[in-house]
């Protein structure tokens, strides 16, 4: 069984950085598509970025050239880095994984996963 823990959340100023990691255990990491997802309470959960199995990555437009996803296999870490925050990044985010196949071509629909985190929670005011 896959497991998913995510951390680094917390409440920053609008401008500022943050960087989400999200250990990983129960599977070969490096077999795993990762992807970081949020959401926002009373809204559907937004894919944001993903990470192919083959190193590719694929970015929600309102997060590209601001925030970047890597992993540390070494470590069977996921990272997200945010940086520029905006209010409107506010959210719970997911740390996402599967080894099966991909529903989507931009890795970024819920139905890309199978497995999630709890959950971390980014707050960015003005």
């Known amino acids: 069984q896959v497991r998913l823990v995510e951390s680094g959340g917390g409440s920053v100023l609008a401008g500022g950085s943050l960087r989400l990691s999200c250990a990983v255990s129960?599977?070969?990491?490096?077999?795993?598509?990762m992807g970081w997802f949020r959401q926002v309470a009373g809204k559907e959960r937004e894919g944001v970025a993903a990470l192919a199995i083959d190193g590719s990555t694929s970015y929600a437009t309102s997060v590209k050239g601001r925030f970047t996803i890597s992993k540390d296999n070494a470590e069977n870490t996921l990272y997200f880095e945010m940086n520029s925050l905006k209010p409107e990044d506010t959210a719970m985010y997911y740390c996402a994984a599967s080894r099966f196949w991909p529903y989507s071509s931009t890795l970024l629909n819920q139905k890309d996963y199978y497995y999630w985190g709890q959950g971390t929670q980014v707050t960015v005011s003005s």
């Open positions: 129960g599977s070969t990491f490096s077999s795993l598509r």
